[in-house]
């Protein structure tokens, strides 16, 4: 690979994650987008950038790390999916202002930007509202809000685990949520 234009890249990049805003702040979109990395490799011609070396890509409350990033385009140069490979790799975003922070881990982590959706895979955890998922692979259609958890077929996983663990916080009624505060 050679290192090539990149503010045709971060303009995509820049897309990718406006795109993410139904599972986002609405002031992050309007952030600029900070990429920081040991290393990167641009190449605009095949439409991939890699960056290596305890990456951090933040945008507002989002905060995506891993040890290797990758970033594909499409030929009219949209952001097709972004896999973040680490250990473990790393995403969090507040959905909005009165919720808390959803973190998400895997050994890798793929966000495909046209559908919205997150793969979390290998020791694959969400954290949201106190509630925990965890299993091989977890798959979250942010758009929907739904949470797929299960096995990893045709995957190499590092730690198998043939059941999913899930804990779920009870709701709190509306005298319970005045009594504490």
């Known amino acids: 690979m050679r290192f090539v234009k990149t503010f045709s890249l971060l303009l995509s990049l820049s897309a990718a994650f406006t795109s993410a805003s139904t599972w986002a702040l609405p002031t992050d979109r309007e952030q600029p987008i900070r990429v920081q990395a040991d290393s990167a490799e641009l190449d605009d011609k095949q439409g991939v950038a890699v960056y290596r070396g305890s990456v951090v890509i933040t945008q507002g409350s989002l905060k995506i790390t891993g040890d290797t990033v990758t970033i594909t385009q499409d030929a009219n140069g949209e952001i097709e999916v972004f896999t973040s490979v680490g250990k473990p790799a790393y995403y969090e975003q507040k959905p909005s202002a009165d919720k808390d ?10 966000y495909y930007a046209t559908n919205e959706r997150i793969v979390l895979i290998d020791q694959a955890k ?3 509202q106190g509630n ?3 299993g091989e692979k977890i798959v979250y259609d942010t758009q929907r809000q739904i949470v797929n958890a299960g096995r990893a077929t045709g995957s190499n996983v590092s730690m198998p685990r043939p059941r999913i663990d899930m804990i779920l916080q009870p709701r709190k009624k509306d005298g319970q949520a005045g009594q504490a505060q």
């Open 132 to 134: 925990t998922f965890e």
């Open 101 to 110: 922070i959803v973190k998400a881990y895997g050994l890798t982590i793929q």
């Open 126 to 128: 969400v954290i949201q």
